[in-house]
C-alpha cells in the first residue's frame, strides 16, 4: 500500500467521489448505532412490559397479563420481525455489502487509503503553519 499522498494520482472528481463515500459509510455506521440502540431500547421496553405482566396478575388482571403474553410481547417490532433480526438483516445485506464495495474502490482509485481529502488538509495546514512559523 502507497502510504505517500504524493504517490496517488487522483482526479478532483475521484478524490470528491472518496470523500461522499467515506462520509456516506461514517453515516451508515451512525444509523447502524442507532439501530443498535433502537434494538436494546426495545428490549428494555419489553422487559418492563413482561414486568407488567406479572403485576397485572398479582394485580387479578388475568385477562390483560394473558394479552401482553399472548399478544404483544412475542410480537415482532415491524413486520413481524424482532429488533436483533433488523439489526442482523442491516449488517449482513446492508452494512458489510456497502463497506465492502468502497473498500473496492478506495483500493483501486487511492491505494488503500482512507480519509485521502483529510489527510490532504492535515498536510496543508501543517505547511501553513510551518510556512508562518519561518
Request: proline fraction near 1%.
Amino acid at each position: 500500500m502507497t502510504t505517500d499522498l504524493d504517490d496517488l494520482e487522483l482526479s478532483d472528481a475521484e478524490a470528491e467521489a472518496l470523500h461522499e463515500m467515506q462520509l456516506g459509510i461514517e453515516y451508515i455506521y451512525r444509523a447502524y448505532g442507532n439501530l443498535l440502540e433502537f434494538h436494546h431500547e426495545l428490549g428494555h421496553a419489553m422487559d418492563r412490559m413482561g414486568n407488567a405482566e406479572d403485576r397485572l396478575r398479582e394485580a387479578g388482571h388475568e385477562g390483560w397479563a394473558d394479552d401482553l403474553r399472548d399478544d404483544h410481547l412475542p410480537a415482532g417490532a415491524v413486520s413481524d420481525q424482532w429488533t436483533f433480526e433488523l439489526v442482523e438483516e442491516f449488517s449482513t445485506a446492508f452494512l458489510e455489502e456497502v463497506d465492502a464495495f468502497e473498500d473496492e474502490v478506495r483500493a483501486e482509485l487511492a491505494d488503500g487509503i482512507d480519509h485521502v481529502t483529510e489527510r490532504r488538509q492535515k498536510r496543508q495546514l501543517r505547511e501553513r503553519a510551518k510556512r508562518d512559523d519561518d
